[in-house]
Nanobody, 122 residues
Framework: QVQLVESGGGLVQAGDSLRLSCAAS????????VGWFRQAPGKERALIAR????????YYADSVKGRFTISRDNANNSLYLQMNNLKPEDTAVYYC???????????????WGRGTQVTVSS
């Protein structure tokens, strides 16, 4: 019912900033809890940031806390991830996802985008 499309990935150098966007369509975006996941080669897909329906509550993984900021614009059906002070270990495919409750496990998210590649060089 809900379709998600990520954009904004690319190749940057360590210390640079990048903003990812996720456009939603086909459903009531404001009804969902949304988050950003990432998956590096050989590693499991993991939640790095999450935001509730009103944008008033957020969660960040320890690895990105203080550097990344998640936000949403319900009027435009969009989700964002501002990434500052990027590190080589941030290199991964980044996905946006939507769930019907505030959950962490990837298996509990119902809708997914196809991902956008972020590569951070030293």
């Amino acid at each position: 019912q809900v379709q998600l499309v990520e954009s904004g990935g690319g190749l940057v150098q360590a210390g640079d900033s990048l903003r990812l966007s996720c456009a939603a369509s086909g459903g009531r975006f404001s009804n969902y809890f949304v988050g950003w996941f990432r998956q590096a080669p050989g590693k499991e897909r993991a939640l790095i940031a999450r935001i509730n329906w009103a944008g008033s509550s957020t969660y960040y993984a320890d690895s990105v806390k203080g550097r990344f900021t998640i936000s949403r614009d319900n009027a435009n059906n969009s989700l964002y991830l501002q990434m500052n002070n990027l590190k080589p270990e941030d290199t991964a495919v980044y996905y946006c996802a939507a769930a019907t409750s505030m959950v962490t496990a990837a298996s509990l998210y119902r809708y997914w985008g196809r991902g956008t590649q972020v590569t951070v060089s030293s």
